[in-house]
């Protein structure tokens, strides 16, 4: 079970979450959810001890085991499937020791590490990191290889799996679908279901949430509130509370007119004045419901291009990959024009963000022509477009790398439609959250008015 109570949370100068009170009980898989800065992955790093409470607790059990996934993953030389298999850390070292003891040929000891991997069932552990990796796609010619040959989005399914294996009794996942494919998001989907801890789970993935979530979590204007159900059951229940709330406060301000008017004509008369008295304390007694506030709409716009010629971007029998021995699109004959809307879909390693690349100009085409026409500007969002936002600096101070010439007034202006208001266009982007990171990284993208748009994995 974990408690807060009387919590409040703060990141930086802002305050994240206040007079937060709730429980959640074993085995509860809770979605979490609300607006980028809501304090969704704050309260993760609170949980887990990596920063304080500003008022109140959070109780756990005593020896509650906590498994979360790093948000970075050196480069090791370590294969995947030891690295997967170092989630569980009391079966990798026993592992460690049985290797270690039958290299030196001390017998006794091998037979003390296959007495203890026999106490801890781990005699099976490989083949479940092994499922594991298969689960998250990695096909099995690649659980050998070191770690540091992956790519970054291969690194944080490794990270997942790692997560996966160690033995848990709440399980933190924060946008574990990032980086997935449509087969490994249903695999993790099942995995979930089965999962017999404590699950908390933050995901902008509504049908992932309501597949998997027993409850959902809403943050919001520095509350909590826990809805039982989905993404899909907690909107319906919010909608209801928040129509009931404003009829209620409609009700009251009625009642509250009414007994002023009363109080106002009546309270000088000494034949009222008992009546009056009586509805002055009704009036005070009154709760004070709140109108319901509607959120600021938050919609993502493009403006039009300065110039949008008709035929963009082609590519004739290209060739693309990573050099000549690792070439994985071939005789690629592909075109953009104005107006297109084209997804792209694959399986991981399919070629997918080769292809995205490769269109963009990053990656030259081993064999065949990639044409652009002179006008082409090319918006593109990748993963590592947020990694190179710049620490300590404030949104204006990235629009102004762009644009050094601009006031800043048109900056602010810009940025209040991306939802970065007031003063937040002048704060440090370190206490930003990943969701925030990721809408300014597009907003810089939008301000360039690009004429082609390529996104991977922008959600």
Known sequence: MISLRNFALRRGERLLLSNVDLTLHAGYRVGVVGRNGAGKSSLFAAIRHEIEADKGDIELPGKIRIASVAQETPALPDPAIEFVLGGDDVIARVLREEAEATAREDWEAVADAHQKLAELDGYDAEARAGKLLHGLGF??????????????????RLNLARALMMPSDLLLLDEPTNHLDMDAVLWLEQWLLKYPGTLLLIS?????????????LHLHGGGAKLYVGGYTDFERQRTEHLRLQQIAHDKEQAERAHLQSFIDRFKAKASKAAQAQSRMKRLEKLAGTEAVRA???FRIEFAQPAKLPHSLIRLNHVEAGYGPD???????????????RIGLLGPNGAGKTTLVRTLVGDLPPLA??????????IGYFAQHTVESLNEGQ????????????TPNQ????????WNFPGDRAFESIDGFSGGE?????????AWQQPNVLLLDEPT
């Open 139 to 156: 096909p099995a010619d690649t659980h050998h290889r070191p770690v540091a040959s992956f790519s970054g989005g291969w690194r944080v």
């Open 326 to 340: 690792a070439a994985i699109l071939h005789e690629v004959g592909f075109g953009l024009e104005a107006g297109d």
């Open 437 to 445: 990171r990721a809408r300014l990284a597009l907003a810089l993208i």
């Open 368 to 377: 065949g022509e990639r044409s652009a026409h002179p006008d082409l500007r």
């Open 295 to 297: 959120e600021r709409e």
């Open 204 to 216: 902008h993935d509504r049908e992932f949430l309501d597949n998997v979530a027993t409850h959902t």
């Open 394 to 405: 404030s949104p204006i101070d990235h629009f102004r790398e762009l644009s050094p010439d």
């Open 410 to 417: 048109a900056f602010r202006d810009f940025l209040g439609k």
